[in-house]
């Protein structure tokens, strides 16, 4: 299966490249900050850093501890990988110019920063509907709850997860670069994505305009809709809890959740469902959806998590310049 996507993606990736004269793009990087250069590296460089930094520590803390082998943390799992990788698709690239060096993306590399940006973004939306599903067993289905989520079902859903945002972003990679590139090859943007590429674009894009708006914009609300539906279906349930222990111990798990979920999508509706674009905000939103919301997560699900708290202690024990202190 896995060859048989790479081989369809190199055919679509060639027929691409031959509709196109562009061989590299430049990436003009933030609009409006000439001049602020240094401070943007050492500011991004350390979002950068605290989001590697507290995504591993998760994952190290979730891994090392065997009472938080549950179906909840192996999706927390899955999400601190996708944070890891997903600021990764442009960070590196834009902190590299930021530095003093060439702005220039070659053809192959724009295609591929496209496609990981959005298939990690989905698979991301895809993963926060799973773990509300979670939730939403583990709270409104308590009895069944090992039943409903066993290793089986998990795996499914965390492969579909990763499958079908893998589709989504082939079908906006395609959409986007089947277009010839032939005249002007600036990128007004940090890096690759659809709406600046659509503008160098030497063809009418207002169908595709269209097409990929639709595209962009229903994933994610379906999604949401699912999230909202689920979210109903747990407060209900919450409230017929008697004891007001457990109302507190499951609006804290829900309220950290509902906290990542909100920091994800706002960003998505700023960027791509507004009526008339706003390229500084645009980029100031995406650098929060890129560097900020993943640099949260860990704290948000750590902080008033017990036991990942607990096992990062753990974790951090056994770091011997930090057990000395």
Same mark, same amino acid.
């Given at each position: 299966?896995?060859?048989?996507? +790479? &081989? ?6 060639? %027929? ?5 004269? *562009?061989?590299?793009? $430049?990436? =003009?990087?933030?609009?409006?900050? #000439? ?6 590296? $050492? =500011? ?18 979730? *891994? ?5 082998? %549950?179906? !909840? ?6 999400? &601190? !990988? ?14 590299? +110019? ?24 989905? %698979? ?6 799973? !773990? ?40 906006? %990679? ?36 269209? $097409? ?13 809709? =699912? ?17 007001? #222990? ?15 979920? =909100? ?31 993943? !640099? ?18 753990? *974790? ?10």
């Amino acid at each position: 299966m896995p060859l048989r996507l +790479y &081989s369809r993606f190199s055919c679509i990736f060639e %027929t691409m490249m031959n509709l196109s004269i *562009v061989t590299h793009f $430049v990436l =003009l990087g933030i609009p409006h900050t #000439e001049g602020l250069e240094t401070t943007l590296f $050492v =500011l991004f460089l350390s979002f950068y850093i605290f989001t590697l930094v507290g995504n591993l520590l998760i994952l190290l803390a979730i *891994v090392s501890s065997s009472r938080l082998h %549950t179906p !909840m943390y192996f999706f927390l799992c899955q999400l &601190s !990988m996708c944070d890891i990788f997903f600021p990764s698709v442009s960070s590196p690239k834009m902190l590299f +110019y930021l530095s003093g060096n060439t702005q220039v993306i070659s053809y192959a590399g724009c295609v591929c920063q496209l496609f990981f940006y959005h298939f990690l973004g989905c %698979t991301e939306c895809f993963l926060y509907t799973v !773990m509300t599903y979670d939730r939403f067993v583990a709270i409104c289905h308590p009895l069944r709850y090992s039943t409903i989520m066993n290793h089986r079902a998990c795996a499914i859903l965390a492969t579909g997860t990763s499958f079908f945002g893998c589709i989504q972003a082939t079908f906006l %990679t395609t959409l986007t670069f089947q277009l010839p590139y032939c005249g002007p090859n600036e990128v007004d943007y940090y890096f690759c994505d659809i709406p600046a590429m659509l503008k160098l674009a030497c063809a009418d894009t207002s169908a595709l305009e269209m $097409v990929g708006l639709i595209s962009v914009g229903l994933m994610p609300l379906s999604c949401f809709l =699912l999230i909202l539906t689920s979210y109903s279906c747990i407060l209900c349930s919450i409230l017929q809890i008697r004891s007001a #222990e457990g109302r507190h111990r499951a609006f804290s798990t829900c309220s950290a959740h509902l906290t990542a979920i =909100l920091l994800a999508f706002m960003p998505v509706v700023l960027i791509y469902l507004q009526p008339t674009p706003n390229p500084w905000l645009n980029a100031a939103v995406q650098v929060l959806n890129n560097l900020v919301t993943p !640099m949260l997560n860990p704290l948000i699900y750590s902080l008033r998590n017990k036991e990942v708290k607990c096992s990062l202690k753990k *974790v951090l024990q056994q770091v011997p310049i930090l057990s000395k202190k």
